[in-house]
RNA sequence: GGGACUGUGGGGUAGCUUGGUCCAUCCUUCGGGGUUCGGGACUCCGAGACGCCAGUUCAAAUCUGGCCAGUCCCA
């Protein structure tokens, strides 16, 4: 779970507003027009100094989502920012399929009983859930929870599933819409109502295996970062910090910039603590029952969120080639004495792009070239292709990728160069975002040295839950607890512990404020 | 859970202190016309708002109360 608040900073200087104006009541100061197709914004407000306020304007700007939907959490997922969530989901599936998961759906509603099977679990969400309590007219015997992640509605079919260590690993997963009843500031993607989910769920003979699936998700998860560009932290969640139930939380964490870091997801290693009390158990080789160990792999949305906000800059959003809604645009710069080569010459740059499964948009609209620089460079498109009378006339055309890379590319050999300048522009992306995540660390020695973070912290933690919330207070966020993997820069061996000076079994671990 | 603040066209805003000159300002957006088109064009015409309910008053965007919605801070 998400803790702490970023306090969307004040743009410097001018008078303006700096957080969207509310709206009215629901229902009524809302309106069902559809939304809005190019919508430009002249400027973005400042990365560094104002990052929720420059986050909700690029994704705004980018147009993904439709935030103006009359309840608080819900957004509407634009055609553009849809198409980008597909892409997403795309890489996902590609991935956890490679390591034998299969997908399934559960139902959205979780009866109330089996919900409140696991104690830890329900009393983790049960602050958060939304409750059906009526069919129609009449209260139901057994109410209804919106599923605020799919344990509970799993397990107890799971158990009728599972008879025998031949049905065993079971590894399924489902894409979702799962729903939390979030009481701080939801932001389109990062903290939201209804929430585009991800989970794997599987079952494994023993702890082991259990364990090796984790492993397993780690390995899925750096291909799916892959596809995104994205650089992230796997790191061992602190005790209290668990998702509720389980044995212990691996959280892939990115940093935003200051001491900021946003969870893209979580991978949970359950042992038996719901195999339990859901009864999921096999007969083994040699005739005894055995109950199951579990683990859970989710995502979200939130995956996007981060994306906007690591690969963003100045100009927009910033979208790799492998989610791209759209992975190139062709702009024909059209005037009154070019005639019609340049426009019929994007017209068949576009469609053969397409022909070979590239993601191509055409802007053939009437704004003039430089409004739709801006506005696809906004929309984060990663490489734009353009074609003016001297292109026509040379049978080319000019790319000028969303990193400002221009080139000029063959219309012979178009499919090839764009194939390449995608790479090209995927691995500088890749490399920038690198650099950025680089220098998002810094060790902090004491406590006191915490205060102020301007980055990521690490610290010397003893594993102490007492010393845990000290480096807590002391950074105004939290304790993301200890990395899986080598730390992204080597601060040498771990001296006495920040918060109680103890050497005992004393280890890296980190500290940031969570969005 | 406690406290503070804020609601004006699709988005962003001016007006509110001191009620009237406001059938509400500007930018943007949207629809239409014309001239344009190699980095956010110009121009003409048109569309679009005071969160809801009540009260005070000759008169309410402006004052009062309630409600709703939202934001922030603290637990």
Known sequence: MPRGEHNGSSRSGAPRRTTPRPRGAAGDAFRWGRPLSRRTMTDLPDKTTAFMDWYLAVVEAANLTDKRYPVKGLNVWTAYGFRARRNLDAVLVREIEATGSEAVEFPALIPATEFAKEKEHIKGFDAEVYWVTKGGLSDLDVPLVLRPTSETAMYPVFALWIRSHRDLPLNVYQIVNSFRYETKTTRPFVRVREIHFFEEHTCQANEAHATERVRSNLGAFRKMADAFALPYLAIRRPDWDKFPGAFYTVALDSPLGGARTLQLGSIHHYRENFSRPYA?????????????????????????????????????????????????????????????????????????????GYRAHLDAGDDRPGAKFYRWEQAGVPLRLEVGRREAEARSATSVDRLGTKGRVALDRLEGEVADRLAEFDRALRARADAAFAASFSVARSLAELAGSTRVRIVAWCGSEACGHQIESGIDGALLGTPEDALPIDPGAPGPCIGCGGTESTRWALAGQPL
């Open 280 to 356: 999921i158990q096999y007969e083994a080789a040699d005739g005894s029952q055995q109950f199951v160990h579990q683990t859970t792999f989710g995502l979200s949305e939130r995956l996007l969120g981060a994306i906007v906000a690591v690969h963003g800059d100045a100009k927009g959003a910033v979208f790799s080639s492998a989610i791209a809604p759209y992975q190139v645009v062709v702009i024909p710069i059209l005037g009154s004495d070019v005639g019609e080569a340049p426009l019929r010459v994007a017209e068949d740059v576009a469609a053969r792009l397409r022909r070979h």
